[in-house]
């Protein structure tokens, strides 16, 4: 079976790799070095199981430039486009996966489309209603950063949006894929399937906030925040799953899927969905305070990264800190030696960490590594057990 994927990101690459080892799969993009990165089969993402599927699986898999060559005599074309909140809308600015849907539709071609971009609640009904069509459904992704392909051999469900043969096959071909028995597959409707998405990723935001809120507490009282938390999190209803503190929730999905659910309260009686929104925004102000009480010339940070093995820092919660920080007057310089520009955002970039740590008061780091330790008095972390959640 031929199947085109939409867009080259974390999700896109990796449903294309986890595919293209039972199908024909071309992964279109409109970059052309990721396009040659992938059919020279170098990752253009940090992944390590994507890395090693490219070193050592025979893979059925290119990339290409060209709609038409991605699309044409595909069964499935998979949409994993960036969609991004914007602020003035509120709503997701979906354009990216509209741009594939016409693309698709002035080709008149048979075909079904899933989108794995996040979308609005509602969203595949608004768009069957616009365009007039009906080959279209949505399958909600619940992957993590660096461990994409991972958690698409691994999947904790598979979900789509929609109670037909078509729904199921395409199910099929993913757990047919995937290395894990027993996954759970649920089919519903796509609305439901849209919310389920939204819902589950502002529950982890939800669940970020509680124990950063318990450490804001802990440490402004002097008291032992682990101490606290490992007592908490005994109880087998509670876990100790997503209980390691940090300086707020970031990265792909959950600043823009917990701001879009709110959205999507609108005239729905609600107060926690707002507080988890706000309480990112307090915990922000809060590191930046506590680092601002040391009264440092400059503040290093360590990392833009979200996490230890990414490469990505797109709305990372340290950016926010760094923001409230230099409005306090502090000098800001970053170490962050995946990024190769000499500036990020106004603030030096110093990749050489003698020099780095040399220049800075204060180190700032939402994740400690060991290369911190050799300056361990300067540096200000809520990384309590040294591991990404």
Do not use: W
Not at 25 to 35: H, M
Not at 105 to 128: A, F
Not at 198 to 212: E, I, K, Q
Not at 320 to 334: F, Q, S
């Amino acid at each position: 079976m031929k199947i085109a994927v939409a867009g080259t990101g974390y999700v896109g690459l990796s449903i294309a790799t986890l595919l293209s080892q039972k199908n024909e799969v071309v992964a279109l993009d409109i970059i052309p070095e990721k396009v040659d990165m992938i059919n020279n089969r170098k990752s253009p993402i940090r992944d390590n199981e994507i890395e090693d599927f490219f070193a050592n699986k025979k893979l059925n898999l290119r990339a290409t430039l060209d709609y038409k060559d991605a699309f044409e005599g595909a069964k499935f074309i998979v949409i994993s486009t960036p969609t991004n909140y914007d602020d003035e809308r509120n709503y997701f600015d979906t354009s990216t996966v509209e741009d594939i849907i016409e693309k698709v539709i002035s080709m008149k071609i048979n075909t079904t489309m899933v989108i794995k971009s996040t979308i609005p609640v509602g969203y595949v009904e608004s768009v069957k209603k616009k365009y007039g069509i009906d080959n279209i459904m949505f399958s909600p992704e619940f992957l993590r950063e660096g461990k994409a392909l991972y958690d698409n051999l691994y999947p904790s469900r598979i979900i789509v949006g929609e109670k037909s043969e078509r729904a199921i096959q395409f199910a099929n071909l993913l757990k047919d894929a995937a290395l894990k028995e027993d996954i759970q597959i649920k089919y519903m409707n796509s609305t439901e399937a849209e919310a389920v998405k939204l819902f589950a990723n502002t529950y982890l935001a939800l669940r970020v906030s509680y124990f950063n809120e318990l450490d804001t507490y802990a440490e402004l009282k002097g008291l032992d925040t682990k101490d606290i938390i490992d007592g908490v999190c005994l109880d087998p209803r509670i876990g100790t799953h997503y209980n390691n503190p940090s300086f707020g929730y970031g990265g792909y999905c959950l600043p823009k899927d917990t701001k879009q659910l709110l959205a999507n309260f609108e005239n729905v009686p609600q107060n926690l969905i707002r507080a988890i929104v706000r309480s990112n925004q307090t915990r922000k102000s809060h590191i930046a305070e506590m680092i601002m009480r040391r009264n440092p010339e400059t503040v290093g940070v360590y990392r833009l990264t979200m996490k230890k093995d990414s490469d990505n820092f797109r709305a990372s919660a340290i950016q926010g800190v760094i923001a409230k920080v230099k409005d306090e007057g502090a000098n800001v310089i970053i170490y962050e030696p995946t990024f190769s520009e000499k500036e990020f955002n106004g603030c030096e970039v110093v990749n050489d960490f003698e020099e780095f740590a040399k220049k800075s008061d204060v180190i700032l780091a939402n994740r400690y590594e060991d290369q911190l330790f050799e300056v361990k008095d300067k540096v200000y972390t809520r990384d309590l057990y040294r591991r990404d959640s």
